[in-house]
T-cell receptor, first 115, second 111 residues
Framework: KAGVTQTPRYLIKTRGQQVTLSCSPISGHRSVSWYQQTPGQGLQFLFEYFSETQRNKGNFPGRFSGRQFSNSRSEMNVSTLELGDSALYLC??????????????FGQGTRLTVV | DQQVKQNSPSLSVQEGRISILNCDYTNSMFDYFLWYKKYPAEGPTFLISISSIKDKNEDGRFTVFLNKSAKHLSLHIVPSQPGDSAVYLCAASRRGDDMRFGAGTRLTVKP
């Protein structure tokens, strides 16, 4: 069974540009969450999608957005990039959502560098 | 608001001894707790979890203890091995909602 796949693994963008990151969850998993990890910080929750609907959202500006497709694949978009957006972006998938506790499995992450 | 705290940024133990990693939380509504292992520039790997209806869960060398009254959980690794050297992340969630993570504790196991 394939794990969580994130593409691309590495990305370099300039300030002001926008970027789209992709995440394919484990087959059968319907919940996808996105996290940001910056140096010295823990994982900060961005948002969670379940069955194509955003269920939860963290405290990030509107420049950060996402969506989920009918096959559960998810994309995250960051517009008007800032230097502070440089981080490791992690995607996690879960088998269930909506009140059921279960472990989440992470992808390898996308390392975004904004110059 | 840091709802999950790991107050020890690092821990060093000798191979074969016990490693104890600690985690505190502030939100009494959390009902599910997880530990992840993380290497630099990689995604976290799930280790072990515990529901709030239990106070202990064991999986091989890893045991997680939960003290709800103190809002505290700990991960015990016995015996510790050099391959256990990594950053350990504590996470908590409520009714399947998104996980909140601590900042992590870097464990070094010396041969």
């Amino acid at each position: 069974k394939a794990g969580v796949t994130q593409t691309p693994r590495y990305l370099i963008k300039t300030r002001g540009q926008q970027v789209t990151l992709s995440c394919s969850p484990i087959s059968g998993h319907r919940s996808v969450s996105w996290y940001q990890q910056t140096p010295g910080q823990g994982l900060q929750f961005l948002f969670e999608y379940f069955s194509e609907t955003q269920r939860n959202k963290g405290n990030f500006p509107g420049r950060f957005s996402g969506r989920q497709f009918s096959n559960s694949r998810s994309e995250m978009n960051v517009s008007t990039l800032e230097l502070g957006d440089s981080a490791l972006y992690l995607c996690a998938s879960k088998a269930a959502g909506g009140g059921l506790n279960t472990e989440a499995f992470f992808g390898q992450g996308t390392r975004l560098t904004v110059v | 608001d840091q709802q999950v705290k790991q107050n020890s940024p690092s821990l060093s133990v000798q191979e074969g001894r016990i490693s104890i990693l600690n985690c505190d939380y502030t939100n009494s509504m959390f009902d599910y707790f997880l530990w992840y292992k993380k290497y630099p520039a990689e995604g976290p790997t799930f280790l072990i979890s515990i529901s709030s209806i239990k106070d202990k869960n064991e999986d091989g060398r890893f045991t997680v203890f939960l003290n709800k009254s103190a809002k505290h959980l700990s991960l015990h690794i016995v015996p510790s091995q050099p391959g256990d050297s990594a950053v350990y992340l504590c996470a908590a969630s409520r009714r399947g909602d998104d996980m909140r993570f601590g900042a992590g504790t870097r464990l070094t196991v010396k041969p």
